[in-house]
Every structure is written in structure tokens, then in C-alpha cells.
């Protein structure tokens, strides 16, 4: 009994929050977008969701019921569709309905951690955004009017505004702000507060809107841009991911660990050849069984990964302890980031923010994102796991902890101690290693751990201001095993 009672004890200190990050969710519905979004729903606990918007992209849009032919200005789907009324819509109720699953998984979901939000809290934050076309953005829509609203209030707190499909919805709450302010004279610092507190992470353009409105109108918004590094955990993933990491993402893991015998919300993932087919997208023929060999995007078994293109977007928010929710460049689960030529407010995935792949022997974009990947399937499918199991069933993360820091200084030539600490809520050992991250700050520092204890030998040609980042990975021996890490910036002086 005291065993049990000190295993308590330990696991809520190890899931105590403090402030999370705030977020609203905007979706086009695609496939991937329900994967991500139950995924998102697993995670919900790591951060404040504050909104879930339906809303358009160049790939699924509503129409606006009087026939009226829309051209893409997107110039790949203006040639693949050419003039549509309507394109691949799935309809504003897939939210609704996968939230009616998470009602049922809930109560099993708050035994492993209690800030999970409740399935009518989440409920009251659905809105229906701009849909009828790609990019339309006139009209005043319920969703952008919720958008505009938590912009506005009194919390300081940015709002990290997530574009899994376009970013017109946000744009008409950005342009509803700018129509109702702009002739005011404390125009200047209402844009600057919402500068401050909006961040955009995109995944690709969708539509053109933030290229024809957002950057002109509000330049000081932060964008986190992810045209590349989303590509590894999307539709062409067996291309691009390490042959090392497919394995997570295969039939035989995700069947198994993820999606059968997990519960009502997993159960209405989608993945290749469950026969599952979603309303509205006459394209989304991923799941009959006779058209997964020699697909698309290669050949396919049943239960194999479809794509999660939008997932890095929320990914970014879960503090695993790598430090980057506000250092894009820093890199973590939702990707790395190099700011932009001349613009500091936009932070790209391009060829600066490339990591070296061990497996190619080359920098590649993608491996920012693939590096962490099957720690992130693991992570996964213990939260799979909380949909049916009981805390003592199941596995939790562990915590690692470097007495020192999370951001010391050094001088060119020092050897500095670093002492780590771990602890686990399931009496599970941690095994740790270290590993400098050279792309992450301006070069490599030599590392070396002995017993919880890390050795770091700094250059002795670096100069002043330049930083070296080391990463402590502690993973536990429960299943799935779990990952958790502490990134240390050594600056030097």
C-alpha cells in the first residue's frame, strides 16, 4: 500500500502544469486532419484549446449552394480541378462526431492525467469558419468571430493559431480587427498586441491568403512556415522517412498498439485498408482493401499509416523538455525552424534548418522532423493505451532533470559538469544517453556521461555568444518506451 501511495505521489508531481500553451485548431478535413486531430484530442492535456474551426483550403471547400464555379488560385489545384462548385467537402460534423468518441474514452483518459479537457468544454469551442470556397475570406463567419475574440481578450498569453487547411478564417478575424480598429487612435497598440499574441504555424499555403493579406497587413505576426519537414509523417512517408523508423508506422505497430482494442476514438482512425471510407471525398480511397498495393504513394498493408501532414502543428506545443515552443530554431516534435531572409517574424523549415541524417550521411530537412519520430509513435500508443487501461496497466513518461539547468554560460576551452537526475511514475528504469544537437546552436561540443553525471568539453576556438546545445534522452523500460529529454544551451562568455 505505501508503494502504491508513493507511486501517486511521484506521478503527480511528474504531471503537475504550469501555465499551458493557449491554441486554436483550424481544419479543412481532410483524412489526415481527422488522424491529426485524434492524435491532438490524446494530447489535450499538454496544452489550452481554445478553439476548433472548420474551415477551407485549396483542397476541400463547401461551395455556396448557387452553383457558382470557383477556380483555385493555387496554381496544382487549378490544374487537377480546374472550375468547381463544390471540392471534397466532409461536412462540419466529423468534429462533433469524434468528440461523441472521446465522451466515451474520457473518463478513462482523466485516471492518467485530470487536466484532460472535458467532452463539453471542447464541444462549445466547435465553430464553423469561412468554408464556401478556397481563400474566401469576406465574410464574418462564427469562426473567425471567435478567433477575433480570444485575440482581443485580456489574457497576455499568445494564442498559437494552427492552419491545418488555409488560413482564410484566421485572416477574416484578422482583417475584422484591423476594419474595426484601424480608424482609432489606439490603433497602433491593439495591432501590436495582437501581433504579439498571434502565432501562426502553417502547413504549407493552402491558400493564398497569407501571402495576399496576412504578411502585407500584419508583418509583425509571427509565422512558423512548415512547407517540407511535415511532408516525413504525411502521405509520401515510406519516401521520405528513415527506413529505420517505418517499422512504427506499418500495419503490424499501428494495428496492434494504436488503433484495435483502444476504444471508440481510435477505432474511426483511418489507415490504409480498414475499409473505412469518409463522407464527401470521393479521392479517399485509402481504405479498400484492393487498392493499397501499388497505390499513390507505394504499396500498402492493411492498417499501415495513412498521414498526420497536420500533427507537427500540435506537436510543437507538448513540452517534452527540449526547450522549442519559443525557440523555433531550436528544433523538437513539431519540427525545426530557421528564420526567414529578412524577415525575423517568419521562421521557415528550409535548407537552414536541415539536420544530419546518420542514415544518409547528408543535411536533410526532413530528418529535423524524422529524428524524432519514433519516439513520438511510442509516445502514441501509450496514450492509446489510456483510452482502456488503468494507470498500473499502462506507461507513463519519465522526467529528467539537470540540476545545472536549462541554460548555462561557458568560456572557449572549459569542460563543464552537468549533473541528471531522472524519475519515472512507474518505478520503471530510465535509461539515459547525451548527445550534442551542432545544428541546433553553432557547432559541436565533445560530451560524455558517466553515472548521472554529463562532461562537457566546450572548443576552444568558440567565440563570445555562441551557443552549443547537448540533449539529455532519458527512455524507460516500460511498454511502449517512453522518451523524454532535457536540452541544455551552454552560451558562451
Same mark, same amino acid.
Given at each position: 500500500?505505501?508503494?502504491?501511495?508513493?507511486?501517486?505521489?511521484?506521478?503527480?508531481?511528474?504531471?503537475?502544469?504550469?501555465?499551458?500553451?493557449?491554441?486554436?485548431?483550424?481544419?479543412?478535413?481532410?483524412?489526415?486532419?481527422?488522424?491529426?486531430?485524434?492524435?491532438?484530442?490524446?494530447?489535450?492535456?499538454?496544452?489550452?484549446?481554445? +478553439?476548433?474551426?472548420?474551415?477551407?483550403?485549396?483542397?476541400?471547400?463547401?461551395?455556396?449552394?448557387?452553383?457558382?464555379?470557383?477556380? !483555385?488560385?493555387?496554381?496544382?489545384?487549378?490544374?487537377?480541378?480546374?472550375?468547381?462548385?463544390?471540392?471534397?467537402?466532409?461536412?462540419?460534423?466529423?468534429?462533433?462526431?469524434?468528440?461523441?468518441?472521446?465522451?466515451?474514452?474520457?473518463?478513462?483518459?482523466?485516471?492518467?492525467?485530470?487536466?484532460?479537457?472535458?467532452?463539453?468544454?471542447?464541444?462549445?469551442?466547435?465553430?464553423?469558419?469561412?468554408?464556401?470556397?478556397?481563400?474566401?475570406?469576406?465574410?464574418?463567419?462564427?469562426?473567425?468571430?471567435?478567433?477575433?475574440?480570444?485575440?482581443?481578450?485580456?489574457?497576455?498569453?499568445?494564442?498559437?493559431?494552427?492552419?491545418?487547411?488555409?488560413?482564410?478564417?484566421? =485572416?477574416?478575424?484578422?482583417? !475584422?480587427?484591423?476594419?474595426?480598429?484601424?480608424?482609432?487612435?489606439?490603433?497602433?497598440?491593439?495591432? /501590436?498586441?495582437?501581433?504579439?499574441?498571434?502565432?501562426?504555424?502553417?502547413?504549407?499555403?493552402?491558400?493564398?491568403?497569407?501571402?495576399?493579406?496576412?504578411?502585407?497587413?500584419?508583418?509583425?505576426?509571427?509565422?512558423?512556415?512548415?512547407?517540407?519537414?511535415? %511532408?516525413?509523417?504525411?502521405?509520401?512517408?515510406?519516401?521520405?522517412?528513415?527506413?529505420?523508423?517505418?517499422?512504427?508506422?506499418? %500495419?503490424?505497430?499501428?494495428? @496492434?498498439?494504436?488503433?484495435?482494442?483502444?476504444?471508440?476514438?481510435?477505432?474511426?482512425?483511418?489507415?490504409?485498408?480498414?475499409?473505412?471510407?469518409? =463522407? +464527401?471525398?470521393?479521392?479517399?480511397?485509402?481504405?479498400?482493401?484492393?487498392?493499397?498495393?501499388?497505390?499513390?504513394?507505394?504499396?500498402?498493408? @492493411?492498417?499501415?499509416?495513412?498521414?498526420?501532414?497536420?500533427?507537427?502543428?500540435?506537436?510543437?506545443?507538448? /513540452?517534452?523538455?527540449?526547450?522549442?515552443?519559443?525557440? @523555433?530554431?531550436?528544433?523538437?516534435?513539431? +519540427?525545426?525552424?530557421?528564420?526567414?531572409?529578412?524577415?525575423?517574424?517568419?521562421?521557415?523549415?528550409?535548407?537552414?534548418?536541415?539536420?544530419?541524417?546518420?542514415?544518409?550521411?547528408?543535411?536533410?530537412?526532413?530528418?529535423?522532423?524524422?529524428?524524432?519520430?519514433?519516439?513520438?509513435?511510442?509516445?502514441?500508443? =501509450?496514450?492509446? /493505451?489510456?483510452?482502456?487501461?488503468?494507470?498500473?496497466?499502462?506507461?507513463?513518461?519519465?522526467?529528467?532533470?539537470?540540476?545545472? %539547468?536549462?541554460?548555462?554560460?561557458?568560456?572557449?576551452?572549459?569542460?563543464?559538469?552537468?549533473?541528471?537526475?531522472?524519475?519515472?511514475?512507474?518505478?520503471?528504469?530510465?535509461?539515459?544517453?547525451?548527445?550534442?544537437?551542432?545544428?541546433?546552436?553553432?557547432?559541436?561540443?565533445?560530451?560524455?556521461?558517466?553515472?548521472?553525471?554529463?562532461?562537457?568539453?566546450?572548443?576552444?576556438?568558440?567565440?563570445? %555568444?555562441?551557443?552549443?546545445?547537448?540533449?539529455?534522452?532519458?527512455?524507460?523500460?516500460?511498454?511502449? =518506451?517512453?522518451?523524454?529529454?532535457?536540452?541544455?544551451?551552454?552560451?558562451?562568455?
Amino acid at each position: 500500500m505505501k508503494k502504491i501511495f508513493f507511486l501517486l505521489l511521484v506521478s503527480a508531481s511528474l504531471f503537475a502544469k504550469g501555465p499551458l500553451p493557449r491554441t486554436i485548431v483550424t481544419t479543412d478535413g481532410e483524412i489526415d486532419d481527422v488522424d491529426t486531430f485524434i492524435r491532438m484530442l490524446l494530447y489535450s492535456n499538454e496544452y489550452q484549446v481554445e +478553439g476548433l474551426v472548420y474551415s477551407s483550403s485549396m483542397w476541400h471547400y463547401k461551395g455556396d449552394g448557387k452553383g457558382t464555379k470557383f477556380t !483555385s488560385e493555387m496554381e496544382m489545384t487549378r490544374t487537377m480541378y480546374g472550375p468547381k462548385t463544390d471540392l471534397r467537402w466532409p461536412g462540419v460534423n466529423w468534429i462533433q462526431d469524434l468528440l461523441k468518441a472521446y465522451a466515451q474514452v474520457h473518463p478513462n483518459l482523466i485516471l492518467h492525467d485530470k487536466n484532460y479537457p472535458s467532452p463539453v468544454y471542447l464541444n462549445s469551442l466547435v465553430k464553423v469558419g469561412n468554408i464556401d470556397f478556397e481563400g474566401e475570406m469576406e465574410q464574418v463567419t462564427e469562426g473567425s468571430e471567435w478567433i477575433r475574440m480570444k485575440l482581443l481578450d485580456n489574457d497576455p498569453e499568445p494564442i498559437y493559431l494552427q492552419a491545418w487547411g488555409g488560413t482564410n478564417t484566421i =485572416a477574416r478575424a484578422l482583417k !475584422s480587427i484591423e476594419e474595426q480598429y484601424s480608424g482609432e487612435k489606439n490603433w497602433a497598440s491593439i495591432k /501590436d498586441k495582437i501581433s504579439k499574441k498571434a502565432i501562426i504555424y502553417t502547413v504549407m499555403d493552402q491558400d493564398a491568403t497569407l501571402k495576399n493579406y496576412i504578411t502585407g497587413h500584419w508583418p509583425q505576426i509571427r509565422v512558423f512556415y512548415n512547407a517540407h519537414q511535415f %511532408g516525413s509523417f504525411a502521405y509520401p512517408w515510406k519516401r521520405i522517412m528513415p527506413k529505420a523508423t517505418q517499422p512504427y508506422f506499418e %500495419g503490424t505497430y499501428m494495428g @496492434p498498439k494504436i488503433i484495435q482494442n483502444h476504444g471508440p476514438l481510435l477505432k474511426m482512425y483511418y489507415s490504409y485498408g480498414d475499409g473505412q471510407k469518409q =463522407a +464527401g471525398d470521393d479521392e479517399h480511397i485509402h481504405g479498400d482493401p484492393t487498392k493499397i498495393k501499388n497505390a499513390q504513394w507505394g504499396s500498402f498493408s @492493411p492498417y499501415d499509416f495513412i498521414s498526420e501532414g497536420d500533427s507537427p502543428a500540435f506537436l510543437h506545443l507538448v /513540452d517534452v523538455g527540449l526547450n522549442n515552443l519559443n525557440n @523555433p530554431s531550436f528544433g523538437g516534435w513539431g +519540427g525545426r525552424f530557421a528564420i526567414a531572409e529578412g524577415n525575423p517574424y517568419r521562421f521557415e523549415d528550409n535548407e537552414k534548418a536541415a539536420d544530419f541524417n546518420p542514415e544518409t550521411g547528408k543535411l536533410d530537412i526532413s530528418y529535423s522532423q524524422t529524428r524524432w519520430l519514433i519516439a513520438a509513435q511510442e509516445d502514441f500508443a =501509450a496514450r492509446a /493505451d489510456w483510452c482502456v487501461k488503468s494507470f498500473k496497466e499502462a506507461n507513463h513518461a519519465p522526467q529528467i532533470t539537470v540540476k545545472e %539547468g536549462m541554460n548555462v554560460s561557458a568560456k572557449a576551452g572549459a569542460i563543464l559538469t552537468l549533473q541528471v537526475t531522472s524519475r519515472d511514475p512507474d518505478g520503471n528504469e530510465v535509461k539515459l544517453k547525451v548527445w550534442p544537437y551542432p545544428e541546433a546552436g553553432i557547432g559541436k561540443a565533445d560530451v560524455t556521461l558517466v553515472e548521472g553525471r554529463i562532461s562537457v568539453k566546450i572548443p576552444a576556438t568558440a567565440k563570445i %555568444g555562441d551557443t552549443f546545445h547537448v540533449v539529455v534522452e532519458g527512455t524507460d523500460t516500460g511498454s511502449p =518506451a517512453l522518451t523524454r529529454y532535457r536540452r541544455v544551451v551552454i552560451t558562451l562568455i
